[in-house]
Nanobody
Framework: VQLQASGGGLVQAGGSLGFSCALS????????LGWFRQAPGKERDFIAS????????YYAGSAKGRFTISRDNAKSTVYLQMSSLKPEDTAVYYC???????????????????WGQGTLVTVSS
């Protein structure tokens, strides 16, 4: 299983930015896909997740209203769109996959089986 993340970069506060995570290696029908982030010196935090089959989503409280997770089954890609960005959103962002995951209960990073490489987002004030 491979997850290849792209996107990120430098953005001003209040701006928007998006990521994509291309999936390969097997069928992801039974997988939960998630996005996490890790700020310097902090733990890796859950942002949002989506089931591959039904598209059921779940968000961390801090992400609701500003972040949107989606997936395109035909392109085998998961997306994270962020808006109204703040300097505290500066972090390395990761996509991840968990077999037979459930969106409302599986939000710990150690529960996920596969990870993409991180991509850095810097929000300037």
């Amino acid at each position: 299983v491979q997850l290849q993340a792209s996107g990120g970069g430098l953005v001003q506060a209040g701006g928007s930015l998006g990521f994509s995570c291309a999936l390969s290696g097997r069928t992801f029908r039974n997988y939960l896909l998630g996005w996490f982030r890790q700020a310097p010196g902090k733990e890796r935090d859950f942002i949002a997740s989506i089931t591959w089959s039904a598209g059921t989503t779940y968000y961390a409280g801090s992400a609701k209203g500003r972040f949107t997770i989606s997936r395109d089954n035909a392109k085998s890609t998961v997306y994270l769109q962020m808006s109204s960005l703040k300097p505290e959103d500066t972090a390395v962002y990761y996509c991840a996959a968990k077999l037979f995951g459930r969106p409302s209960t599986d939000y710990r990073s150690d529960e996920y089986n596969y990870w993409g490489q991180g991509t850095l987002v810097t929000v300037s004030s």
